[in-house]
Structures are given as structure tokens and as C-alpha cells.
């Protein structure tokens, strides 16, 4: 029995017509009768009562049918699925955090799309927290981040600790540590720009850990809105901020960076994805950061978070 059987008949049944379901079908009328006496010799009953006009079922032909309606109505359901698949499978959204266009990432999924042509590529800008949400909502399928967040339907892949540097003015009392740099407790003085102002956790709340690990407590820390603010600001002579180690290639005039050499002062990227995923893009993606990274003279953890 093949599945053209079965809607040769519901289409007789709803035509209620051998000629009228020929036509619909697009086919002649004796072929049409001869696959529907064919599909009543495979079942051995009969589907329609004989010589009754216009056609009707026998008991066994209803039940037949309804049978019939849900096989039909169900392949074409998964079908649609099945395409729906295969297009998600075709386009990968990723999720990033902003500070990570200034590091590998780029680099990345520059290599991941001449590797890939076939792919398309979305880039979704997201906190790492929203990052998580969006990925058990099928918005994005990879998601790279800073933050260390925990949730059981999330696979998270430690692939570096990136140092934190502090960005001054290059006139600031500070300059005097550029080249030998220097322990956070020596900075709680001073005016200290965080940011984002996003919902937390965030990128500033792991900057407070990192102090709060180390038993200390800065006294003027300030929120602003983005790094690119914080940064305009210590240009100003405002004050000064800690940024990621591959922020500093922002480039604004009048800035100076500072080493800073507490060991707990640095921020882990990560890439998360969904925990059961088996998508033929994920083992793609962790080559080419495999590959850049090792172009980069730069260790890669590879670590399960």
C-alpha cells in the first residue's frame, strides 16, 4: 500500500464521486477505479457500498477512512517539520556578547562561512543571560559569552580566560604601572566605570565578584551604559575602568592599559548550546575556533562548564 493509495480514496470519499475525483486527481477515470478495487483486494474488505449513488462507505470503509485522514494529515505534518528542520540546519544564529567582536570571534565565524557556504549566518547580539533563554527558545542555536551560568538544559564550553586590563588616562597618577602593573587592592580609591547597564547578571556584576572574591570593596564604582562610554570617559579624565584584554584594541586617543595581576582578575569565554543537540554545525564551529585559536599562538580550554 503506498500513501498515493490512500489519497486516491479520501479523495473518491470526499467527491463522493469517482468522475469528480478523477478530475481533482488529474487522472482518467478507469485507472482511478482500478487503484481503488486494487486497495480493496490488499485490505480484503469492501471499501463502498456497490451500485449506491452518490457513492457511500461500507462500516469498514468509514473506519478506513478516518484511518486514512489522520496517516495522511500526520506525513504531511511531519514533512513540513522535516523542512523546517533542514532550513534551521542551513541557518545558524549565533548570539555574542559585544566585547567579543574586539577578540577571536570575527576571526571565527569569518572562517566558519568560507568553510561553509552553504550556511547562512545570523549574528544576534545578546547578553550571556539572555543568551540562555534564547537558546531554549530556538532563537539562536550557538551562543558566546562571558558569564559562568549554570542551567541543565545548557551545555557551556570553557574556551579561554581572557586578562583583564585596567584602561587609564595616560596621564593618571596610575602611568607609573603600565609596565609593572598592578594588584586590584590599589585601585580602590579611585572612580571605577562599569558597565553595561543591562539587566544582571552582567558583565559589571562579574567585575564586583572578582572584587568580592578577593575581599575587597571599591568605593566609587559607577554603571554606565557600554564599554565604548566607559572608555570615552577615562579618555576624559573621569576616571577608569577595567576592560577584557582584547578591548584595548578599541583605539581611543589618550588611553593607557595597566596589567592587572590578581590571578581571579580575568573573564572566561564561553560557548553554550543547547545540552542534546546534535547539529552538524557544532562540531564545524569548535574547528574553526580550534584552528584560530591556534593561529593565534592563544591555549584553548575546550572544557565542559
Same mark, same amino acid.
Not at 105 to 131: A, K, S, W
Not at 160 to 165: A, F, G, Q, S, T
Given at each position: 500500500?503506498?500513501?498515493?493509495h490512500l489519497?486516491?480514496?479520501?479523495?473518491?470519499?470526499?467527491?463522493?464521486?469517482?468522475?469528480?475525483?478523477?478530475d481533482?486527481l488529474?487522472?482518467?477515470?478507469p485507472p482511478?477505479?482500478?487503484?481503488i478495487?486494487?486497495?480493496e483486494? !490488499?485490505?480484503? =474488505?469492501?471499501?463502498?457500498?456497490?451500485?449506491?449513488? @452518490?457513492?457511500k462507505? /461500507?462500516?469498514?470503509?468509514?473506519f +478506513?477512512?478516518?484511518h486514512?485522514v489522520q496517516i495522511?494529515?500526520?506525513?504531511?505534518?511531519?514533512?513540513?517539520?522535516a523542512?523546517?528542520?533542514?532550513?534551521v540546519d542551513q541557518?545558524?544564529?549565533i548570539?555574542?556578547?559585544?566585547?567579543?567582536?574586539?577578540?577571536?570571534?570575527p576571526?571565527?565565524?569569518?572562517l566558519?562561512?568560507?568553510?561553509?557556504?552553504?550556511?547562512?549566518?545570523?549574528?544576534?547580539?545578546?547578553?550571556?543571560?539572555?543568551?540562555?533563554?534564547a537558546?531554549k527558545?530556538g532563537?539562536?542555536?550557538?551562543?558566546?559569552g562571558?558569564?559562568?551560568l549554570?542551567?541543565?538544559s545548557i551545555k557551556?564550553?570553557?574556551?579561554r580566560k581572557e586578562?583583564l586590563l585596567?584602561?587609564?588616562?595616560?596621564?593618571h597618577?596610575l602611568?607609573?604601572?603600565i609596565?609593572?602593573?598592578?594588584?586590584?587592592s590599589?585601585?580602590? !580609591?579611585e572612580? =571605577?566605570?562599569?558597565?553595561?547597564?543591562?539587566?544582571? @547578571?552582567?558583565?559589571? /556584576?562579574?567585575?564586583q565578584s572578582? +572584587?568580592t572574591e578577593?575581599g575587597?570593596?571599591?568605593k566609587k564604582?559607577?554603571e554606565?551604559r557600554?564599554i565604548?562610554m566607559?572608555?570615552?570617559?577615562?579618555s576624559?579624565g573621569?576616571?577608569?575602568?577595567?576592560?577584557?584584554?582584547?578591548?584595548?584594541d578599541i583605539?581611543?586617543k589618550?588611553l593607557?592599559?595597566?596589567?592587572i595581576?590578581?590571578?581571579?582578575?580575568?573573564?572566561?569565554?564561553?560557548?553554550s548550546?543547547r545540552?542534546?543537540?546534535?547539529s552538524?554545525?557544532?562540531?564545524?564551529?569548535l574547528?574553526c575556533?580550534?584552528d584560530?585559536?591556534?593561529?593565534e599562538?592563544?591555549?584553548l580550554h575546550?572544557?565542559?562548564?
Amino acid at each position: 500500500m503506498e500513501l498515493k493509495h490512500l489519497r486516491y480514496f479520501v479523495t473518491v470519499v470526499e467527491e463522493q464521486s469517482i468522475t469528480k475525483a478523477a478530475d481533482k486527481l488529474c487522472i482518467a477515470q478507469p485507472p482511478l477505479s482500478r487503484q481503488i478495487q486494487k486497495l480493496e483486494e !490488499e485490505l480484503g =474488505i469492501t471499501l463502498f457500498e456497490r451500485g449506491s449513488r @452518490p457513492i457511500k462507505m /461500507t462500516e469498514a470503509g468509514q473506519f +478506513f477512512y478516518e484511518h486514512s485522514v489522520q496517516i495522511l494529515t500526520h506525513t504531511a505534518q511531519a514533512t513540513s517539520m522535516a523542512q523546517r528542520i533542514n532550513a534551521v540546519d542551513q541557518t545558524v544564529r549565533i548570539g555574542y556578547v559585544s566585547s567579543l567582536l574586539y577578540a577571536l570571534l570575527p576571526q571565527i565565524i569569518y572562517l566558519f562561512r568560507q568553510r561553509n557556504p552553504d550556511m547562512h549566518v545570523e549574528l544576534i547580539e545578546y547578553g550571556t543571560c539572555d543568551q540562555i533563554e534564547a537558546l531554549k527558545a530556538g532563537k539562536i542555536d550557538l551562543g558566546f559569552g562571558r558569564l559562568r551560568l549554570i542551567d541543565p538544559s545548557i551545555k557551556r564550553l570553557l574556551l579561554r580566560k581572557e586578562r583583564l586590563l585596567l584602561a587609564i588616562h595616560k596621564n593618571h597618577h596610575l602611568a607609573e604601572f603600565i609596565e609593572s602593573g598592578l594588584y586590584l587592592s590599589q585601585i580602590l !580609591e579611585e572612580a =571605577i566605570f562599569s558597565y553595561p547597564k543591562t539587566p544582571k @547578571p552582567n558583565f559589571a /556584576t562579574a567585575v564586583q565578584s572578582i +572584587f568580592t572574591e578577593l575581599g575587597l570593596v571599591p568605593k566609587k564604582l559607577i554603571e554606565v551604559r557600554e564599554i565604548h562610554m566607559a572608555l570615552g570617559l577615562v579618555s576624559s579624565g573621569e576616571g577608569i575602568c577595567l576592560i577584557p584584554e582584547t578591548a584595548s584594541d578599541i583605539g581611543m586617543k589618550n588611553l593607557a592599559y595597566i596589567p592587572i595581576l590578581d590571578v581571579e582578575a580575568h573573564s572566561a569565554i564561553s560557548l553554550s548550546v543547547r545540552n542534546m543537540d546534535q547539529s552538524s554545525y557544532i562540531p564545524k564551529i569548535l574547528d574553526c575556533i580550534q584552528d584560530v585559536f591556534k593561529n593565534e599562538n592563544i591555549d584553548l580550554h575546550m572544557d565542559n562548564i
